[in-house]
């Protein structure tokens, strides 16, 4: 079972950026798509970005297309999000996740959570 560690939330203004790492120990993490979702508290978890395995496909919710890009360093067993232009609604914690080969955009799809990120953005 793959272990994550999120890192690098923090408190910024709107319009900044900020980049979000997530760390994978354990497991062969090349058998993993990754995938970054968020939540503020009365919400469900919302899908932010996924990528495969070989960073080959990615995909994107509809709220941060154009602004966020995923991105993963196999050789450092680590998943990337790299946020422009930060919005208020952005903020929430963030959590990074892993399943096995294929994409998927369902949090439930997901087998293995990291603990979370705090991103708070003011304006």
């Known amino acids: 079972q793959v272990r994550l560690m999120e890192s690098g939330g923090g408190l910024v203004h709107a319009g900044d950026s900020l980049k979000l790492s997530c760390a994978a120990t354990g497991g062969t993490f090349t058998t993993y798509a990754m995938g970054w979702f968020r939540q503020v508290p009365g919400k469900e978890r919302e899908f932010v970005a996924t990528?495969?395995?070989?960073?080959?496909?990615?995909y994107y919710g509809d709220s941060v297309k154009g602004r966020f890009t995923i991105s993963r360093d196999n050789a450092a067993n680590s998943v990337y999000l790299q946020m422009n232009g930060l919005k208020r609604e952005d903020s929430a914690v963030y959590y990074c996740?892993?399943?096995?080969?294929?994409?998927?955009?369902?949090?439930?799809?997901?087998?293995?959570w990291g603990q979370g990120t705090h991103v708070t953005v003011s304006s």
């Open positions: 990528i495969s395995p070989y960073s080959g496909t990615t």
């Open positions: 996740a892993a399943r096995k080969l294929m994409t998927a955009q369902r949090p439930d799809a997901y087998d293995s």
